[in-house]
């Protein structure tokens, strides 16, 4: 079990083990080089959702001078969990990895890290009970709750309620991954809309177009269908080739979901898409590294971090626009 004690230890054993610092050390520029990093980005180094992640991760590499090595996994987790395993056989300061193989597929690797003295972050997807036993951090939205929020705010914009239906993108078999849909899926619920529930896989978050198939097939069955829950930032962003495929009009059915991106963009402005959740990835890149960075040279305790920013909507989405245009938001 995770004791506190072992903790705060091996933390003074860390900063016994550093060299002693200068004043101008501690101010100076790139003052994390020597500090090796393997970074895990998740998805591809072009997607919508990954190349934000990248962009933020990139920029902390270069404020703080460490070293990231970089590891692209198209949000395949066994892929993710090999990787994580050849990570930790080679041994580098710190790891920021991606939690979506989950708690049961990443404790052992954790085990060997804490073990081999790497320092381990992750983002995006929580692994509560791995963090629980071995330490580290996480920077990232807390799922549920920021799944449950988004469906309470479509509730309150649009007016839905029994009876109606929604159609809900989920991918339950990554649980952890999973938590943010089954929020949503759960606030609509109780409000007495009728949810049909359509299996994303993970490898439609590298190619949207794959959803294709699925997403026709359920709106079609489904004609009466008041709104959609998209799993993601990058099948939100797919949303008019979803529902034009189905011969649906911009306006039709309501398009909500995660993640901002330049494709969700122009979704508001033509009508497509009507609400989402952002979750700044931009920040899933960058403060993992910074976390480890201090860890590595002062010993100090990883980061905790709630990147969930609010709603984007149809009425304010032009504030965020040219960011998420240039890749940053």
């Not at 239906?165 to 409000?191: C, F, M, P, S």
Request: charged share 20%.
């Amino acid at each position: 079990m995770f004791n506190k004690f072992r903790i705060i230890s091996l933390l003074l054993i860390v900063a016994l083990a550093l060299p002693a610092l200068a004043q101008d050390d501690l101010d100076r520029a790139h003052w994390c080089d020597g500090v090796t990093v393997r970074f895990f980005a998740g998805g591809t180094e072009g997607d919508a959702f990954a190349g934000i992640v990248y962009r933020g991760a990139l920029a902390a590499e270069r404020d703080l001078g460490a070293n990231v090595e970089y590891v692209f996994s198209g949000w395949d987790s066994e892929l993710m969990t090999q990787q994580l395993r050849e990570a930790v056989a080679q041994a580098p300061d710190g790891i920021a990895m991606m939690g979506h193989p989950g708690n049961e597929a990443i404790m052992p690797l954790a085990a060997e890290a804490a073990e081999a003295g790497i320092i381990m972050m992750y983002q995006n997807v929580d692994v509560d009970q791995v963090r629980a036993r071995y330490g580290g951090g996480y920077v990232g939205a807390q799922l549920a709750s920021q799944g449950r929020a988004l469906g309470e705010e479509a509730l309150r914009q649009f007016g839905f309620g029994a009876g109606d239906k929604a159609i809900v993108l989920a991918n339950l078999a990554q649980r952890e991954r999973a938590l943010r849909e089954l929020g949503t899926w759960e606030a609509l619920e109780d409000a007495g809309m009728e949810i049909i529930h359509v299996d994303s896989a993970p490898t439609w978050a590298a190619d949207p177009n794959l959803g294709i198939p699925a997403m026709v097939a359920a709106l079609t069955d489904n004609p009466d269908t008041k709104m959609v829950v998209f799993s993601g930032g990058q099948v939100l962003g797919n949303t008019q080739t979803y529902f034009e495929a189905a011969g649906l009009e911009a306006g039709q059915v309501k398009a909500i979901g995660f993640d901002t991106n330049e494709f969700i963009m122009q979704g508001f402005a033509d009508n497509w898409i009507h609400l989402t959740a952002d979750q700044q990835p931009f920040l899933q890149g960058y403060l993992p590294v910074l976390s480890i960075c201090q860890t590595a040279k002062f010993g100090l305790a990883p980061l905790n971090a709630d990147t969930g920013a609010g709603f984007i909507d149809v009425s304010n989405y032009e504030q965020v626009k040219e960011l998420a245009i240039a890749g940053y938001r």
